[in-house]
Structures are given as structure tokens and as C-alpha cells.
């Protein structure tokens, strides 16, 4: 069995090096495409050992991923990005795994992406598939994804650290490609999801509520994204905070916790939510308030589900502190130290800081 890494970069001289180097007892060759470097990018790669290619840019990320797969002569292909880490893995689970099955279908990765948010820094999981067999290509000028209807499956504890999110923002480099994809393509839910959560990480709530709403209408229940899509949705909803939004958070919270409610992301922005409509009419919603501690006892009973996707804490120590912040302000202290302490055991800092004001 031969497999190899694939990889496109640009400027990825930062992290290059340290992606390569922990890649390479996994692969049997290293095939880097560089799309217009102006650092050393295409110097350190060869250092450590690809074969390097260049690739004039024609505004198309599946053109390139396509190119670099022409050439790989590879029973199976890793895909990596510049700024991605694997953790640990040996060769030899990997090829077991990959034998594991029979017929086409892609292997899945769980990456952790790292990114600032009013915490300092957070971590998302998600599954996506980067092993793939010959023969598959590309497809999508943007968030670009493998072409065909083939299963994933998720190549158990095979992992990798994503840290590009804390050095640049593409926001803005991506927004005229999903734009015009989401043009061209007016009943994919995925573009108009993808342009949606874009619109959403630049700040322009108002604008991206469309988008969501768009998202929302066509995504089909067997969409991968569409549990991620529903929860931005609903985080962009309580940031605009009017009671119009709140009315229509509540309809999907109502509409989806059929289906959602046994994701801990699911259930923490429900209890964001509850929170907020409580707060904005307490006379009429105070019956609610026992939904508030339901949720968050939820998230911790569901424990953190990387496989499902999500923001990391949701199921364990960002879920323990709300709780806590809950039974503080309803004036249970010892309540609210016990969870406080749980948050606390896990290293989250404003847990830390909550207990030190109690003591």
C-alpha cells in the first residue's frame, strides 16, 4: 500500500516545517504545490524532503487540490493544509485502518481548530475527510470538497492541531468566491451556509441573517454541516438580540431539539438562549427558568462528543461554568462553587477567577 501526502500552500513558512515533520513517518512521499509563496515556503519543503510543484493561481482551490493529485501515484492520499499538525499516529494502524474496508470511501480526520473568541482562545472539533483513494477528485472553487456521493469514515483517534485561525483571518480573501459561488449555485445550502458563517466571523451580523435564513431552507437533514449551521444560526439570532430575533430563535429551538437535542452545542446555545428571553421579559418568561439549569445538566450528561463536531467545553467545563453563573445569580453559592470547581479542575480561567471572588 502506498500513500501519500498532498498538500497546496502559500506563505505557509510559519508552520510548514512542523506540519511536514509530522506528517512524513505516515506517507512514503511528500507532494507540495505552491500557489505563489513570497516567503520560504518552497524552501522548507524541500528541505524536508518533497517533491515541490508550482501552480499558477486561477481563483480556484479545486483546480489546485486537482493538480497536486495528478501527482501522486498513491493507493491513498493525505490531505493537509500548511498551518495543520497531525498528532501521533503509526503507519501501520493507519494501513489497518485503511484495510478495514472494502468499496470506495474517505477516511476522516478530527481536526481541532484553534480560534480568539471572548474566552481568549476556544477549540472546535470537526470530522473532515482528508484520506482519500485514488482517483478521487476535487470539486468547488471555494471550500472546496471531494467529488462523488462516497461514505466518510472517521479514522479513529487519528487527529491533527489547526492554528492558522489565530495568525490570519480569510475572511475577507474568501468573500468574493462565496459570493459568487453562492450566485451560481442559489439552491446549494452549503455555499449559502458557508458565505453565511463568513459574513457571520467579519461582524456583519445583519447581513449574514439572510444567508442563514437561506442556509436553513434548503440544507437537507443529512447535511454534515447543517447541526453547525443551525447553531450559528441561533448565536447570530441572541448577538442581534431584538424581540423579533428571540421569536425566531425560539421557532427553531422548538422546530430542532427533536433532532439536535442530543448535541451538546445544541443544548448550550439553548441555554444561552433561554437566558436571554428570560432577561428580556421577565414577568412573561419566567417560567422558563428551570429550562436554563435543564440545559446545561444536559450538555454534561451528553459529555464532549468530538465525533458530533462542536466548540470543546460544550460539553464539559464552558457548560459547568454557565451552570454555575446560573446558580450564583439565583443566589445558590454552594451550588456554584461545585460547578465552578468542576470548570476549574479542567483549567478554564474565568472559573478560576469566579472561585477567587466567592472566597
Not at 472494502?102 to 473568541?117: H, M, R
Not at 428571553?277 to 436554563?292: C, F, K, N, Q
Request: net charge negative; proline share 4%; glycine share 10%.
Amino acid at each position: 500500500m502506498k500513500i501519500n501526502l498532498v498538500m497546496i500552500v502559500k506563505n505557509e513558512g510559519r508552520s510548514l516545517e512542523r506540519c511536514l515533520k509530522a506528517a512524513k513517518p505516515l506517507v512514503d512521499e511528500m507532494i507540495v504545490v505552491d500557489t505563489g509563496s513570497t516567503d520560504n515556503t518552497k524552501e522548507i519543503a524541500g528541505k524536508m524532503g518533497a517533491r515541490v510543484w508550482e501552480f499558477a493561481w486561477v481563483d480556484d482551490f479545486s483546480a489546485a487540490r486537482n493538480f497536486a493529485l495528478d501527482h501522486s501515484d498513491a493507493d491513498w492520499n493525505l490531505v493537509l493544509d500548511g498551518d495543520e499538525t497531525l498528532r501521533p499516529w503509526g503507519r501501520r494502524r493507519l494501513e489497518k485502518a485503511l484495510k478495514s474496508r472494502e468499496g470506495i470511501w474517505l477516511g476522516g480526520i478530527t481536526i481541532y481548530n484553534s480560534f480568539k473568541d471572548q474566552d481568549g482562545i476556544s477549540i472546535s472539533a470537526s470530522i473532515n475527510p482528508r484520506i482519500l483513494p485514488r482517483g478521487i477528485r476535487y470539486m468547488g472553487a471555494i471550500h472546496e470538497q471531494p467529488e462523488g456521493n462516497y461514505p466518510c469514515y472517521p479514522i479513529l483517534s487519528m487527529e491533527a492541531d489547526h492554528d492558522g485561525y489565530l495568525f490570519t483571518d480569510k475572511g475577507e480573501r474568501n468573500l468574493p468566491y462565496l459570493r459568487r459561488a453562492a450566485a451560481e449555485y442559489p439552491e446549494d445550502g452549503y455555499y449559502q451556509y458557508q458565505l453565511a458563517v463568513t459574513l457571520r466571523n467579519l461582524k456583519r451580523l445583519e447581513e449574514s441573517l439572510g444567508y442563514f435564513r437561506r442556509f436553513y431552507a434548503l440544507a437537507g437533514s443529512e447535511d454534515a454541516y447543517r447541526g453547525d449551521g443551525v447553531v450559528l444560526y441561533l448565536y447570530t439570532l441572541l448577538d442581534l438580540g431584538t424581540n423579533g430575533h428571540l421569536d425566531e430563535a425560539a421557532g427553531i429551538v422548538e422546530k430542532e431539539e427533536s433532532t439536535l437535542g442530543e448535541w451538546p452545542d445544541f443544548c448550550f446555545v439553548c441555554g444561552l438562549f433561554t437566558m436571554k428571553r428570560v432577561l428580556s421579559d421577565v414577568a412573561r418568561y419566567i417560567g422558563l427558568l428551570p429550562d436554563i439549569e435543564r440545559y446545561y445538566q444536559k450538555c454534561l450528561a451528553l459529555g464532549e462528543r468530538p465525533e458530533m463536531g462542536g466548540v470543546v467545553g460544550t460539553g464539559s467545563f464552558k457548560a459547568a461554568y454557565n451552570l454555575g453563573a446560573w446558580y450564583e445569580v439565583s443566589g445558590q453559592v454552594e451550588l456554584a462553587k461545585r460547578y465552578y470547581d468542576m470548570a476549574a479542575e479542567e483549567g478554564y480561567g474565568p472559573a478560576v477567577g469566579r472561585l477567587k471572588e466567592l472566597k
